[in-house]
C-alpha cells in the first residue's frame, strides 16, 4: 500500500496564495506521474495539474499561468502553488500518484489522498 498524506489547505482571500503539498509513502514503489485534482460542491472532480517523472507538465486551462506542479523525487513529495486565487477555485484539492508498487510482483496502480479543502473568500 502507498499512503499519501496531503497538506497546505485553507482559507484564502481572492488574490491570494496556496501551496500545497502531497507525500507519498509505503513499502516498495516508483512514482510514474502525479497530479492534483478537484472537486467543489456538485461538480465533478477535475484535474487540475499533472506531473510525470521527468517533470513534464500539464495544466487545467483555468489555472493556467496561475498555478505551478513541482515534485520533489527524493522526498516522494509533489507540490502546488497556487497564486492568483479565485472563488472559483474554491474545492477539495486531491493529490493523485501513478505507481509501480512491488507486492509479490510488480503492479502498477493509482492512489489518492483524503483531500485537502481550499476555500477562496473575502
Known amino acids: 500500500q502507498v499512503q499519501l498524506v496531503e497538506s497546505g489547505g485553507g482559507l484564502v482571500q481572492p488574490g491570494g496564495s496556496l501551496r500545497l503539498s502531497c507525500a507519498a509513502s509505503?513499502?516498495?514503489?516508483?512514482?510514474?506521474?502525479m497530479g492534483w485534482y478537484r472537486q467543489a460542491p456538485g461538480k465533478q472532480r477535475e484535474l487540475v495539474a499533472h506531473?510525470?517523472?521527468?517533470?513534464?507538465?500539464d495544466y487545467a486551462d483555468s489555472v493556467k499561468g496561475r498555478f505551478t506542479i513541482s515534485r520533489d523525487n527524493t522526498q516522494n513529495t509533489v507540490y502546488l502553488q497556487m497564486n492568483s486565487l479565485k472563488p472559483e477555485d474554491t474545492a477539495v484539492y486531491y493529490c493523485?500518484?501513478?505507481?509501480?508498487?512491488?507486492?509479490?510482483?510488480?503492479?502498477?496502480?493509482?492512489?489518492w489522498g483524503q483531500g485537502t479543502q481550499v476555500t477562496v473568500s473575502s
Open positions: 506531473i510525470t517523472s521527468s517533470g513534464n507538465t
Open positions: 493523485n500518484a501513478d505507481v509501480n508498487e512491488y507486492s509479490s510482483g510488480w503492479y502498477r496502480r493509482v492512489y
Open positions: 509505503g513499502s516498495i514503489f516508483t512514482i510514474n506521474a
